[in-house]
């Protein structure tokens, strides 16, 4: 490795984050559609294979550290409102609508409305843990919601961040490792798991503490290293890291030595892979397939609906006296989710958010589209 004039950013959308967003959804649709072969011969073999796709959810966190450092450098305290309420109207709009359609879908409707203060809807909408004491927090209202808890209060670390000019990134160090350090385990027992219970209130301090948070610090990494001079020279060399990465992270995954989320779990993999992408993209021209493209750009559309298709798709089947527990299920059921997301994609991201963009400044503060499909 060398320094080098410091290569031209790219201003357009960087295919190969969308191809890492197209493989991180998946993997997570995959790891809920092997559920349709419990109880089945099927089912240690959905288990094995399948199980791994949830670790397209820290693929996930540390893909948002890097597009949140990206996105907003040499910005300061003048943007951090402007980031916000880019950040707002980017992940509420949907879930909010994802929420009512799974109240009136999946939970009986209007006396499930009724009843938000007992059920969880209202904590939700707000992204505050349903119970804040059994983390990573998988019992939301929305089940997929748990994810966007630890997505939001890292915006709001970031934003704190950015308040402090030329001392931001010191900043946003401290305020993470400083409050995973909140948790006694993290510095007496050296715990990482991310299922441990810091038993702290309020709610957020919870949140905090959970060592998951750091996964975002991983992708935050790879974006510095992405816009600093330093690139490899060798295409030869950045193909052979490009393999061993993706071999290491094959083995180690299918070997089981990482078998849940976490900095020292999957998000360990999922970091190196990051920062060895942005490494090598500085030298090699990495060519995505236009279907990874699409389905990088409906990635959060397919996250927040496929668990509401899943489920009334075996309602129907079971209903009309078919099976719903066979591969071909899988793979039907997964086809049918990508279509309602784009769906969803095309309604609610696309003409509701983008709608909300264009209000008066006083409403919605972010005026235009944006230019691309990162942020």
């Not at 980031?83 to 009986?108: D, E, K, S």
């Not at 060399?237 to 999957?266: D, I, T």
């Amino acid at each position: 490795m060398q320094q080098v004039a410091k290569p031209q950013v790219q201003q357009y959308r960087l295919e190969w984050v969308q191809a890492l967003r197209a493989v991180a959804c998946l993997g997570v649709v995959f790891t809920h559609a092997r559920y349709f072969l419990f109880g089945t011969p099927e089912w240690p073999v959905a288990e094995h294979w399948l199980t791994l796709g949830a670790a397209g959810v820290d693929l996930f966190f540390v893909i948002s550290g890097f597009i949140m450092a990206y996105t907003t450098a040499g910005q300061g305290r003048a943007e951090v409102g402007s980031f916000l309420r880019r950040r707002l109207l980017r992940v509420w709009p949907p879930l909010a609508v994802m929420v009512l359609v799974w109240a009136f879908t999946m939970n009986g409707g209007l006396a499930a409305l009724k009843a938000a203060g007992s059920n969880g809807l209202l904590r939700t909408l707000l992204l505050v843990p349903a119970n804040s004491h059994v983390p990573p927090y998988f019992e939301m209202f929305l089940p997929v919601a748990w994810t966007l808890v630890f997505e939001v209060y890292f915006y709001a670390v970031f934003a704190v961040s950015m308040c402090f000019q030329r001392w931001r990134w010191l900043v946003l160090h401290a305020l993470i490792v400083g409050g995973v350090l909140l948790d006694p385990a993290a510095w007496l027992g050296w715990s990482m798991s991310p299922q441990h219970d810091a038993g702290l209130r309020p709610a957020m301090l919870n949140v905090a503490s959970n060592p998951l948070v750091l996964e975002f610090l991983f992708g935050v990494w790879a974006a510095w290293l992405y816009r600093s001079p330093w690139c490899l020279t060798s295409r030869r060399l950045c193909w052979h890291l490009l393999l061993l990465v993706v071999a290491a992270g094959s083995w180690y995954s299918l070997a089981r030595y990482w078998s849940f989320h976490g900095p020292l779990g999957w998000g360990l993999y999922a970091g190196a892979l990051v920062l060895t992408l942005a490494l090598v993209s500085k030298t090699l021209q990495l060519r995505v397939p236009p279907v990874l493209l699409w389905l990088g750009s409906i990635s959060y559309s397919l996250y927040l609906t496929h668990t509401c298709t899943q489920q009334l798709l075996i309602r129907y089947v079971e209903a009309q006296g078919w099976s719903a527990h066979s591969w071909d299920f899988v793979w039907c059921s997964t086809a049918i989710c990508l279509i309602v997301a784009y769906g969803f994609y095309e309604l609610v991201e696309q003409r509701l958010v983008q709608g909300l963009r264009h209000l008066p400044a006083r409403f919605a503060g972010v005026a235009g589209r944006t230019s691309d499909n990162l942020i």
